[in-house]
């Protein structure tokens, strides 16, 4: 185990050109896997055909195997020390290899986690890649043990649900491959043999076929012109692998005359589950969503070995690669070593990390923490382009949740006005990456209404400019301020935990006179109350859906819905807490978020840095095309987001499970397995949570007192939000009623928060992002005018 096995095909003094079976190989399927021996092979037994394709894909809904990981329980073991190094290496010194099984042996006999320490840090000095002990740990030593167990579970598993019993079954059989001299230069393993159908079978829980294993399935072809082959998957076939399949069936038919049928594939979905029992003090936790984990230092606001919450979420964002080289250094890596197909779908990159959003809640109670899962898309070409930067993601949306929790909602508010330029946004919020997030979202969305008004562009943006109030010929600017603010949102609250299953954003517009003008700019101050209406209604037909799709599409906004849905979750916790205490009580209201900094890159941000860019692209000008009217040309310039109200839309149990099919195991899965299918969607769940009871792990660090916070100035801005604050949701005493509009109603779902008194899901992100006034003024400018055409 200290390095992985060996690829595949060790080839010699040429390619192979025949291949014939290994005297002697394989075992029966149901001795190898546990089962009695059956006196003869079942009528059904076997994989299912499609009659209108190659490959069959069964609709049933994921199944869970297992497989046992014992060493992930030592995840949290840090790079050994000088004494430990030495301490490591004393059984046998100078012999590494016998070092290792004379720790294996003493740590076989003793069960103490400190000897299997020992036989793991042995290891690691065995090895002679010089990588440092993390990579090692997580790239050698626990995908040594997944490649090992991983592929025999996903084949027990097969055994068993397709009655691969009896004596046609064998299992591990072994082709032997030839050169044109006669030399045997390799061998092909495959994972089960139908005797009487003569069927080569490969299983892969991933579902991704290798090009060398392709390459000796052509020749095996040619040399057993008899056999057949079939390619089982746990996992959705992508197209490059249904490709691959239909390929080599076109080049087998060719080889044989026409007949079809040589080849074929059976998807069928299957959750990979790894029994792993974790070890106070050996195994690591996050400090991600652990309420108990959260006070204290700055700097304690990381990771911590023996506090916090565990689980494949955890693990695959620690795992990523940090930058886009590191992520393709690591997808290179994995697919060299991953000679069983058990890496998870799209390997290490498969990922895609910036669309990763807190989509589950559950678990709370005093003493209980909190579980949650994480969507995420999945990346679809992760060889080339693989996913990265999933800690600092589950970072984000973390801090944003406890920011969300430790703030009064009068905080929640940004602001670019030019009227006012000392009121940008609260103090306090401003130093947290969820301030950060909704400030530079706001200027973010003023450069991208300013490319949706070029007419040159959009034909949207030319129906306002032709239909425009004008004044002296010249069509008169849209003097409109815009927030984000949600659409209905879907939820559904049932056990004790709320999936949120959609939460998208609108962008509204309303007109705003300021006093600010910009230099040099010809304004149309004579509207009167009726132009001003046409214009705002012209703008929010013809230009804010274009920009309304961005906000709920655009990469550039990815940070701003992850922000949002942890705001969702922030308010749940919130309504919770108030029917009974959580483990979230003493960091609710506690205006305390010292915990949850600006984080690197971004930790020397500040909202005056985005206030000079919003000024400067006012007075430069971010988009500038010519506008045609009246014999002249004119060259144009162009130069946040409110949460007060939440409409929600209720979803009923029968429409949550017709609608949602599954979602609720897949949520549950999502905690064991790092790579719980949702039905067969190119979307994966990862979740994660604090420890079950009984099994001798660490569940958390016990809270330190919060200190009572001094009131800061917030520096709201005059002008009032474009819709009523809501009162925040406060936590109770255990008993205590339920503030009105927050009752759950009987078929589990939130209560409404459109109504005229919004209180409940998102309350008090009402100043939110322009919560004032002008927060988010749009401008257009004249540069100059142009003489007549």
């Not at 894909?57 to 790079?79: I, M, S």
């Not at 040589?262 to 936790?285: A, E, F, L």
């Not at 790579?675 to 979740?687: C, F, K, Q």
């Not at 759950?744 to 322009?770: C, E, K, N, Y």
Request: glycine content about 10%; aromatic content about 8%; some cysteine.
């Amino acid at each position: 185990m200290t390095g992985l096995p060996a690829i595949e095909t060790a080839q010699a003094a040429g390619p192979p050109v025949t291949a014939k079976m290994k005297p002697g190989s394989g075992k029966r399927c149901d001795v190898r896997n546990g089962l009695q021996p059956a006196a003869k092979t079942p009528a059904d037994s076997g994989f299912p055909n499609d009659l209108t394709g190659p490959i069959y894909k069964d609709r049933a809904l994921p199944k869970n195997f297992e497989f046992d990981l014992p060493g992930q329980a030592y995840d949290g073991l840090t790079a050994p020390t000088t004494a430990e190094k030495k301490k490591a290496l004393s059984q046998v010194p100078g012999d590494p290899d016998k070092n290792v099984a004379a720790w294996k042996k003493i740590a076989d006999k003793s069960k103490d986690p400190a000897d299997r320490a020992m036989e793991i840090y042995a290891r690691y000095f065995a090895n002679k890649e010089g990588l440092g002990f993390k990579h090692w740990f997580d790239k050698r030593y626990i995908r040594n043990q997944v490649n090992n167990h991983k592929g025999s579970g996903f084949e027990r598993q097969l055994v068993r649900d397709y009655k691969l019993i009896g004596p046609d079954w064998l299992c591990e059989v072994t082709v032997e491959l030839f050169d044109q001299n006669g030399e045997k230069v390799g061998e092909r393993r495959y994972d089960a043999y139908n005797k009487a159908k003569k069927e080569f079978n490969e299983f892969k829980s991933n579902s991704k076929l290798t090009t060398k294993q392709l390459a000796n399935d052509r020749v095996v072809a040619r040399s057993m012109p008899d056999h057949t082959f079939r390619y089982s998957g746990a996992k959705k076939f992508t197209k490059g692998q249904a490709k691959h399949i239909a390929d080599l069936e076109r080049d087998v038919r060719n080889m044989r005359g026409g007949k079809t049928g040589q080849v074929r594939g059976n998807q069928r979905m299957y959750n990979p589950v790894p029994k792993t029992t974790p070890i106070r003090g050996y195994s690591d936790h996050q400090r991600w969503f652990a309420p108990a984990c959260q006070t204290g230092p700055r700097l304690m606001a990381a990771g911590a070995n023996t506090c916090g919450t565990r689980g494949p979420a955890n693990e695959r964002a620690l795992s990523s690669g940090k930058t886009l080289e590191e992520a393709k250094r690591f997808q290179r890596d994995a697919n060299r070593l991953d000679t069983r197909g058990t890496l998870p779908r799209g390997g290490p990159g498969g990922v895609d990390f910036t669309t990763l959003e807190l989509r589950y809640v559950g678990g709370l109670g005093k003493g209980k923490g909190m579980s949650y899962s994480m969507k995420s898309d999945q990346m679809p070409d992760p060889d080339n382009n693989p996913g990265f930067g999933g800690e600092v993601r589950m970072q984000l949306s973390s801090d944003a949740l406890f920011t969300w929790l430790a703030l009064t909602p009068d905080k929640f508010w940004v602001n670019l006005n030019p009227d006012q330029p000392n009121k940008v946004m609260d103090t306090k919020f401003g130093k947290t990456d969820a301030g950060r997030v909704l400030l530079e979202a706001d200027l973010e969305m003023k450069h991208d209404f300013s490319e949706a008004v070029n007419p040159d562009k959009h034909p949207g943006a030319k129906r306002y400019w032709d239909t425009a109030p004008r004044r002296n010929g010249m069509p008169c600017f849209p003097g409109v301020r815009m927030w984000i603010e949600p659409k209905p949102a879907q939820v559904r609250e049932e056990d004790g935990g709320i999936h949120i299953l959609d939460a998208p954003l609108k962008v509204s517009t309303q007109w705003l006179d300021v006093d600010y003008t910009v230099p040099g700019s010809t304004e149309c101050k004579d509207l009167s109350d009726a132009e001003k209406k046409a214009i705002e209604r012209s703008i929010a037909t013809n230009v804010m859906p274009l920009v309304e799709e961005r906000v709920n599409t655009d990469p550039d906004y990815a940070d701003l819905r992850a922000v949002y849905t942890a705001r969702v979750a922030a308010e749940y916790i919130r309504q919770q807490d108030a029917k009974k205490a959580t483990d979230f009580r003493k960091i609710i209201n506690s205006d305390d978020v010292t915990a949850w900094p600006l984080r690197d890159p971004h930790q020397d941000w500040n909202r005056e840095q985005v206030w000079n860019r919003y000024m400067d692209s006012i007075k430069k000008g971010i988009e500038w095309f010519e506008l045609k009217y009246g014999g002249k040309v004119y060259n144009q310039g162009v130069g946040g987001v409110d949460f007060s109200r939440q409409p929600k839309r209720n979803i009923p149990k029968a429409q949550f499970t017709a609608e949602n099919r599954d979602l609720d195991n897949t949520v549950v899965n999502s905690r064991k397995s790092d790579d719980a299918s949702y039905r067969d969607l190119d979307t994966v769940y990862l979740g994660a949570g604090p420890a079950d009871d009984g099994n001798g792990e660490d569940p958390g660090g016990d809270p330190k007192p919060t200190p009572t916070p001094t009131p800061s100035e917030t520096g709201k801005p005059t002008d009032p939000p474009s819709s009523p604050a809501p009162d925040p949701t406060t936590p109770g005493d255990d008993g205590t009623p339920t503030p009105p509009g927050n009752k759950p109603d009987p078929d589990g779902d939130l209560a409404d928060t459109g109504s005229s008194t919004p209180v409940g899901l998102f309350v008090g992100i009402a100043a939110a992002l322009a919560a004032a006034g002008g927060a988010l003024m749009w401008w257009m400018r004249r540069r100059r005018t142009t003489v007549q055409e």
